[in-house]
């Protein structure tokens, strides 16, 4: 695990996932900052006050740029979800 997600995992009481669920970073001057509120775009699990849970994916800023638009039962859901959600978008092409 690199410091990054380290502390993201430490800064946040809702799961974050792995960097098996990390995004690729991309080269450019936001993620390659020196700023320490910058951090890398990744996933993370929310477990909601009604004990479900909704997946966010979080930008370099550090703020939800998307969410899931359903919820579910346990986190594992919200896991399988928040992959299947993470492999779309990566292979998502920009049209114009």
Do not use: C
């Not at 502390?7 to 320490?36: F, V």
């Not at 775009?41 to 929310?46: A, G, L, R, S, T």
């Not at 477990?47 to 638009?69: C, K, V, Y």
């Amino acid at each position: 695990m690199d410091a990054a997600t380290a502390a993201l995992k430490k800064k946040s009481k809702a799961s974050t996932l792995g960097p098996e669920l990390t995004l690729r970073r991309e080269e450019n001057s936001l993620s390659e900052s020196d700023d320490p509120a910058v951090v890398l775009p990744h996933f993370k699990v929310v477990h909601q006050r009604d004990g479900r849970f909704h997946w966010e994916l979080i930008n370099p800023h550090g703020t939800p740029a998307a969410r899931s638009m359903e919820t579910f039962e346990t986190e594992d859901e919200a896991v399988a979800n928040a992959e299947y959600a993470r492999q779309l978008i990566s292979r998502a092409p920009v049209r114009t």
